[in-house]
């Protein structure tokens, strides 16, 4: 191996050992696969395995497979398959013509069964299921040799056919491998091979009524596809010794080597396909899809760009110790990538009237307001100056502490692309309730600065009463209200429940009617949005995507 590359960027170690082994002769191509189970969607986890799969295919000059494990009916939707697809092509990564599905095998994995019943290295148990958990043993004592171990060939051959033919019902036997019932590890105590499903497969129909297990089809499919390098989470180290052992006892067509690395945890969220599918099935978020899911179509709805999430996955590295990232080191890949491209507007999230007593009733004009600071080539825009403006809220204190350089009675503060204003009156309904402010203007200020050069500390966001756009707008928080969700309790007690805040009302400059959905935009002194379908151009939706800091308010802890 390579010395020292471990630092490089962008290097680790199993590339480091592509890199040997294309160096030394042993691989040719490197063949690598992305090998999702269709049982839902994928979350920010998977892009971890896609970007390090599809990475090394494309940095070798190699190719990347997408293969689906479709070997269990019951949990596995066409759905899924179609969103798995959708999600791996918006990362950014093609698998050409190389996709494919464990199902298209299952007739050659069938015959490789068969095989090794022949050669005495399988055998059909019908012990029931229960009992023959009990009988595995434990990691200080040996499993117990099931009765139907001695079964003959013959007598294998022909239940196995049985099995196939649909003579049995679910669970009565399944086909195992004869290993070892002693051995200190537990993946090699006579596993599971086959079991018996009856249920309708998206793909094959009701063509089987057997399934292989993800531990037998898992290794013949990379054979059979000429996989190099298999590389998966660490979990699978364990199951290492059964994969080798299956692909020495088989007559397979090349011999794929299996690599682990660690799997990504992200603190305050989930990373599991079961729990993500139960949250869905119990309506806690609105589906999939949900900007708080990890998933990647709910970043993707959140406005997160792919190239954010490759940019963090490659800041995070590959290695094969556990760890827990922080979401901001997400947040902070999701800012540096939108900053430089998101056009700046402004918006006004909970919205203070603001009436400018010396502005003539009736009257408009236009102020011109730059799309980017440090970006000239985006242009400019037209935005509308009135009587009546909208400020934010959060600008305006009464009675102000020391450092407050905001709105507040007496001060004078910009308004961004406009004049200096300063308020001279507050007005508040019967309960004392601020609801309007009365300002001045300065006419000579237009464009933000002072002929008498005189200074103002704060510059403040705000829309023209006249033709602002109401908007809801969405804040995100994470989901769970825990860095370790689910860690000593049941994980929906750790939801967090200020994981969206829902504003109504939001004041939007007209700019914004045409903002697409999925395009983001910076609120300025707000963070990014992005439009949200359930919205429209007469009534839009924004999402926040991130803020414009380390935003995240501590979680408070349930329960
Ligand atoms: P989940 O528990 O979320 O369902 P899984 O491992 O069962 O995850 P698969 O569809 O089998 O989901 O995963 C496809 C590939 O993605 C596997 O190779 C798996 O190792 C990898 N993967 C899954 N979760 C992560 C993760 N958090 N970090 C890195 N790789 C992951
Ligand atoms: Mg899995």
């Known amino acids: 191996m390579p010395a020292d590359t471990s630092t490089e960027p962008g290097r680790d170690f199993i590339r480091d050992i592509i890199q040997s082994d294309l160096e030394s002769g042993r691989t040719e191509t490197v063949v690598t696969r992305f090998p999702p189970e269709p049982n839902g969607y994928l979350h920010i986890g998977h892009a971890k395995s896609i970007c390090l799969n599809f990475g090394v295919g494309q940095e070798f000059a190699g190719r990347t497979h997408l293969r689906f494990d479709d070997t269990n009916p019951t949990k596995e939707e066409q759905e899924y398959i179609d969103a798995i697809q959708a999600d791996v092509r918006w990362l950014g990564f093609d698998w050409g013509v190389h996709l494919h599905f464990a199902s298209d095998y299952f007739e050659q994995l069938y015959d490789w069964a068969v095989h090794l019943i022949r050669n005495g290295d399988a055998y059909v148990d019908d012990t029931p299921a229960e009992e023959m958990r009990g009988m595995r043993g434990s990691l200080t004592e040996a499993g117990t040799i099931s009765p139907s171990r001695n079964r003959s060939v013959d007598q294998n051959l022909a239940l196995f056919a049985d099995m196939r033919a649909g003579k049995f019902p679910n669970g009565a036997c399944v086909l195992r491998a004869k290993i070892d019932m002693a051995s200190g590890n537990m993946n090699l105590r006579d596993p599971v091979l086959y079991r018996i499903m009856h249920a309708h497969h998206p793909r094959t129909g009701d063509a089987w009524c057997i399934y292989p297990t993800y531990d037998y089809a898992h290794g013949q499919s990379d054979a059979i596809e000429g996989i190099t390098h298999s590389i998966c989470t660490l979990e699978f180290e364990d199951h290492k010794p059964l994969y080798d052992w299956l692909l020495d006892h088989l007559p397979v067509p090349s011999r794929p080597r299996q690599y682990e690395f660690a799997r990504l945890n992200i603190g305050y969220t989930v990373m599991s396909k079961r729990i993500l599918n139960r949250m869905v099935r119990e309506g806690v978020v609105a589906g999939w899809d949900d900007p708080r899911m ?118 004078e503060v910009r308004l961004r692309y406009g004049y200096f204003i300063t308020c001279r009156e507050i007005v508040k309904d019967a309960d004392g309730v601020v609801i309007a402010l009365r300002c001045t203007y300065d006419p000579a200020t237009k464009g933000g600065n002072a002929p008498d050069g005189r200074k103002v500390q704060a510059t403040l966001h705000w829309v023209a009463a006249a033709d602002a756009m109401d908007a809801e707008i969405r804040l995100y928080n994470t989901l769970f209200a825990r860095p370790d969700p689910g860690a000593d309790r049941d994980v929906m007690d750790d939801l967090n429940p200020a994981s969206v805040e829902v504003l109504r009302g939001c004041k939007l400059e007209t700019a914004l009617d045409t903002a697409p959905v999925g395009a983001v935009v910076q609120f300025e002194r707000q963070g990014y949005f992005t439009a949200d379908p359930d919205g429209s151009a007469r009534a839009p939706v924004f999402n926040r995507t991130v803020g414009l800091r380390d935003s995240y308010a501590k979680p408070a802890v349930t329960g």
């Open 294 to 411: 990890p998933t990647l179509a709910g970043l993707r709805r959140r406005g997160v760009p792919a190239v954010a999430v490759r940019n963090f996955i490659s800041r995070i590295g590959v290695a094969r110790a556990n760890s827990v990232v922080d979401l901001a080191l997400l947040d902070f890949s999701i800012r540096e990538t939108l900053n430089p491209t998101a056009p700046r507007r402004m918006a006004v999230l909970r919205p203070l009237k603001v009436v400018i007593e010396n502005y003539p009733e009736g009257e408009t004009e236009t102020l011109e307001a730059v799309n980017h600071p440090d970006a000239p080539d985006m242009g400019t825009r037209q935005i509308t100056f009135g009587r009546e403006i909208w400020v934010e809220r959060d600008d305006f204190m009464e009675v102000p502490p020391k450092k407050f350089y905001r709105l507040s009675p007496g001060k």
